[in-house]
């Protein structure tokens, strides 16, 4: 463990000396193609010791696949990487640890039954004389690794008790640990709270600055690159578009680079909801986890959900729609009680949910992007129990056009979409199923800018048009305060208040989620 | 550094082996076939003689249509060890009825129940009781065997003089093939059109590529699996009569074994372990390339003895493969 530390205090003396930027990496033309798509056209990329590099771009850009070349796990079809002034002879994922390249992906690869320690040292274990592993060594080097970082992760935790802030902690103390210099992170926005995340911010500017170490920062959320970036790269359609340092661009000017048109930043108008009550909840209740939960929603209104990590937001929308058990109370839907134990159930009563987790609990990765969007509703393109493909194709190739999913053809596998077009796939799933009432846990997350106002339309048009009743959970504040008709607050698995949407600020929302 | 490798799961290896997965499944498993055909021509011209190749055909047929049942169980990532069992009990139940002279149709109708009450029994464990389909199907599997050597008391039962009314099923020819190849080519056909073109066969590949998505979407997971447990039972009961009529006679052992056999066909037809990926069609393939394998060993004069070492390594080699390209690939 004395090595890690050493290495901060080694960089620290680097960092005082130099006095200009300079390059730890360069990344020179690179290309890289998959069957169907050219998922990257001669990309260049640069970053600068200790500084932090924001990459954006559409669902689908290449921005996550950069990133896999960076890290030794595609090899890119040409182009070379640089690191230190020296091309890497051959960018294996070993070499690149070694060269002190960490990549945090977008979806965590970790061991769920091994301790926080374990997995910081996973692999690289030390050992006592005897060969076997020096546990309580280990358990001290982890240690130290967190309380230098300041995290607030017990080693003796195993990964899957703790949250997914403290699991990317434990990436970065991971990093850290094996003297990493360069640290990738793919979107942590997408699975943090505010608060968690402001955090992550304190650690990314103490590392940077105190101890040179560079990161790339991978978000959808333009805020987030003036927070915390040094320089901002634009990629689409593979291509790098734009590479600029961030003081001298502004988020207009990123948007345009970003899907090559305006995009006015206004949510759709609210359309009044009906007056019949579609969905009434009453004194819903999961020992230890809900607490007494009740609200309804008129035809034609979105309900946002809000709330802290933690409090109760997804367990309200799972046990309405039959995912979880409930120990008490009531549904009614169009007046009428109903009791939905399953999630099958809950469908028959026109009740959809969008899990919160889309790789565990929402897609079929092995399964086409069609199979994804139909297989919750067959009944719609077959007959007697046949489907016809005809019908199926049309309904999928429509999907695929309305809400923009990058894929090569209907046939792929969703496994090798990009993160936002593998959500989309599991929206569009919703959409075709054409449910009543739709329970959407954070729909956009991990969603481009231009594809998330496509899917406020179509809330707002199911809404408007079709009477629909949308619960919709989210962790960003401005689109359920741009969206919904009223707010539902959260707090330790109790309706803290509802509030009348249009008015209400983040502040007011806050100020009720937090205990005081 | 096994974590580097896990850390990058992502990366290419999972390509390469996705391509040689693809590789293996499309044209690679024809060319074994074609391979395996090859060698037993050169081997013995005897091989190509009509006697010999109605053998194999009625080969493919008989561990055929277990196999395809067994499809539908592993394509839900689940497994069914007691198909053995099931022909084992059917044989004897089967041939009792026909000695004691009850009528065929009858008797065709009582022997394909008893699968199906054995599929539900199976299906009751794993979907009710929540039990791992490899446990409870064992259990079936020893249960099953003592059940048929019970009525059977542990004697082959003959058919007596019913035996040559019953022969059609498993003997006879029909415009010059032998019956079971007609029965298989027949079941292949429907399973091959009911995974692929129904709304059941789709929940079939929902269930086995991610089973709490699956329940999330609405689907009736429950049903699937008990379905998929009553189509293996229902073709192991059938299988059983095909072996009865041929045989003329009903052994308690019968089967034996049997549930080996059609996991490594499936498997070497390239469906997943792990479901939600596979079909009908791999496993005929898979089926044709184990009796060739087996006529093959045959054609050399090598010993049973050897041969079944042979075919444990074949298995382990399919199986250890795809395990293999399942942890890299995730
Ligand atoms: N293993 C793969 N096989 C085939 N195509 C792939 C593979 N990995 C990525 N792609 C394709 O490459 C393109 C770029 O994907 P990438 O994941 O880099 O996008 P991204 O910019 O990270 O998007 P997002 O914001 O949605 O995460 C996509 O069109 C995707 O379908
Ligand atoms: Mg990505």
Partial sequence: MTKALFSLQRENDFSKQTAAPALVLEMRRIHKRFPGVNALKDVSFTVSHGGVHGVIGENGAGKSTLMRVLSGAYIADEGEVVVDGKVVPSPTPDAMLRLGIAVIYQELAQAPHLTVAENIFLGRLTKTKLGTVDWPGVREGAREVLGRLGFDVSPEARIDQISVAQRQMVEIAKAIARDARIIVLDEPSAVLGDSELAHLFNIIRRLSREHGV????????LKELFEICDDVTVMRDGEVVASTPIDSTNTGELIRHMVGRELKDVFPKRVEPR?????????????????????????GEILGVCGLAGSGRTEVLRAIAGADRIDAGSVEVDGK???????????????????????????????SVGFNITVSKLGLVSWRGLIRPSSENSVVSRFIRQMRIKTPAAGTKVRTLSGGNQQKCGIARQLHAGNEILLVDEPTRGVDVAAKREIYDLLVELTATRGSSVVMVSSELPEILGLCHRILVMRQGCVAAILEGPGATEEQIMSHAVWH | MEITARDVAPGSVAGISRRMRSWAQGIGLLWVLLILCGVAIYLSPSFLQTGNLLNVGRQVALFGIVSVGMTFV??????????????????VSAAMMLAAGVSIPIVVLAALAIGVLFGIFNGVGVVVLGMP??????????????????IADGQPKSLGSAADGFHFLGGGFLLGIPVPIWIFVAIVAVAYFVLRHTAFGRQVYAVGSNGEAARLAGINVPRVLMSV????????????????SRLTVGEPTAGTNLELEAISIVVIGGTSLFGGEGGVVGTVIGAAIIALMANILNLLGISPFTQQIVKGAIIL????????????GR
């Fill in chain 1, 214 to 221: 560079s990161f790339i920062y991978i978000t959808h959320r």
């Fill in chain 2, 317 to 328: 080699a399919a199986v250890g493969f795809e395990v293999m390209r399942h942890r890299k």
């Fill in chain 2, 74 to 91: 592993i394509l839900t990532r689940g497994i069914d060890l007691s198909v053995g069992s099931i022909v084992g009990v059917t044989s």
């Fill in chain 2, 133 to 150: 389909p490899f446990i409870m199907t064992l259990g079936t599997l020893v249960m099953g065997r003592g059940i048929a050597m019970t």
């Fill in chain 1, 337 to 367: 009680a109903v009791s939905i134990d399953t999630p099958q159930k809950g469908l028959a009563v026109g009740i959809g949910l969008l899990p919160e987790d889309r790789k565990t609990e929402g897609l079929f990765l092995d399964q």
């Fill in chain 1, 275 to 299: 007056s019949e009550i579609r969905l009434r909840v009453s004194n819903l209740t999961r020992d230890g986890i809900l607490d007494n939960i009740s609200f309804d929603v008129r035809r």
């Fill in chain 2, 229 to 244: 447990y009553v189509i293996s039972g229902l073709l192991s009961s059938l299988t059983a009569l095909i072996f009865v």
